[in-house]
């Protein structure tokens, strides 16, 4: 890894960021994330109000490159009335998530924020189901 002193070169560290977390996307598609998230959110629809005309929303909170969204909105795992949004902490993932998602042609929609930041919530009345894969041990205990 390039560095100047005991400064890691920011290029060298977002190329691996990037390189990285490619790596945990194909992962994901070998654990079929996506279809694992969409049969447990598909099964919670009808008890939190989609059949009755209620919006919801899933957001997956430190969604990475948005794989396990983008997988399930490419294969049309959810009904299309269900906003999907992939939250990150890292612009670098964001920034390329969203390119991934335009280029494929999918309606997931990508935000920077922390998690832990009350302003990541869209407060519009949407019922919101929060997903996340590998990023608890991310976290400390408190
Ligand atoms: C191991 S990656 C998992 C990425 C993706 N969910 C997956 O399953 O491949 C953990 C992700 O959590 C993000 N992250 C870490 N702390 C976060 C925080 N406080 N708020 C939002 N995202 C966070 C990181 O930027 C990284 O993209």
């Known amino acids: 890894m390039p560095a100047t002193g005991s400064r890691l070169d920011?290029?060298?560290v977002d190329a691996l960021g990037l390189r990285v977390h490619y790596?945990?996307?194909r992962l994901g598609e070998e654990l079929q994330l996506g279809r694992r998230v969409a049969a447990l959110v598909g099964s919670l629809l009808a008890e939190i109000g989609h059949d009755c005309g209620q919006p919801v929303r899933v957001v997956d909170i430190g969604c990475g490159l948005g794989h396990v969204?983008?997988?399930?909105?490419?294969r049309g795992d959810l009904p299309r009335s269900v906003e999907l949004v992939g939250v990150d902490l890292n612009p670098v993932l964001v920034m390329e998530a969203e390119r991934l998602a335009?280029?494929?042609g999918l309606?997931?929609?990508?935000?920077?924020g922390d998690a832990f930041t009350p302003g990541?919530?869209?407060d519009d009345g949407a019922r919101t189901v929060v997903v996340s894969t590998g990023l608890l041990h991310h976290l400390?205990?408190?």
């Open 10 to 12: 920011p290029v060298a």
């Open 23 to 25: 790596e945990l996307a």
């Open 69 to 74: 969204l983008r997988s399930i909105a490419m």
């Open 102 to 104: 335009r280029a494929e």
């Open 107 to 112: 309606p997931v929609r990508f935000v920077n």
């Open 120 to 122: 990541v919530a869209i």
């Open 140 to 142: 400390t205990s408190d």
